[in-house]
Each structure stands twice: as C-alpha cells, then as structure tokens.
C-alpha cells in the first residue's frame, strides 16, 4: 500500500476543494481508508472513513454535512470533498489506510505524506 495526497492549497471561506488520495500499490479488501487532518499547533484529528466498497462512509461532527468522501476503484482513488469552508479547516490533512474503521490513529497502517489546505481571504 502505498498512499499519495494531492489536491491542497488555498481557498477562500465558503468556498470549495477535492483531495484525492491515491493508492498506488497493493490494495486489501478489508481496509478502510480514512483522512485525518493536523491544524497548526494542534494534534492530528479525525475527519472521516470509507470502507473499501464505497457504501459506508462515517465523518466527524465536525465537518459533517460539508465534507463526503468517496472513491473510485477505476482509479484507485478516494477523494475528500470539502465545502463551506472555514478557517478552521485549515490543516495539513493526510489519507490512511488499515483494517480499524476508528478515528485513532493506530488503526491505521498506512499513510500518505499529508497536503496543505488553507483557508484564508
């Protein structure tokens, strides 16, 4: 398994970005892909998990109801959708991969190297 992020930069509020995560080796029907995200100054946190058929998705209370995540087999991709942004948003965010589908880090195996998103006018 080997996990690239790509897709940061800057937005402004309220406004919009897709981050693709891109798997570009060896790929386990039992694991689940989750993005994480560490703001600056902050530990790294939860924002959301697929499982590996697409059909179940989970994100935090946090971005609920502005962030999807979705995937692409075709592609070997999941992507992070990001909406309404806010400031707070701002974060390097990071995809993973593993068998747990939980917001701790340690149940995941794999890691991408993180991609920069700021949000500022």
């Known amino acids: 398994v080997q996990l690239a992020e790509s897709g940061g930069g800057l937005v402004q509020p309220g406004g919009s970005l897709t981050l693709s995560c891109v798997n570009s080796g060896r790929t386990f029907e039992s694991h689940y892909t989750g993005w994480f995200r560490r703001p600056p100054g902050k530990e790294r946190e939860f924002v959301g998990v697929i499982n590996f058929n697409g059909d179940w998705t989970s994100v935090s209370d946090s971005v609920k109801g502005r962030f999807t995540i979705s995937r692409d087999h075709a592609a070997n991709s999941v992507y992070l959708q990001m909406t309404m942004m806010k400031p707070e948003d701002t974060a390097v965010y990071y995809c993973?991969?593993?068998?747990?589908?939980?917001?701790?880090?340690?149940?995941?195996?794999?890691w991408g190297q993180g991609t920069q998103v700021t949000v500022s006018s």
């Open positions: 993973a991969a593993g068998p747990l589908n939980g917001p701790e880090p340690y149940g995941y195996d794999y």
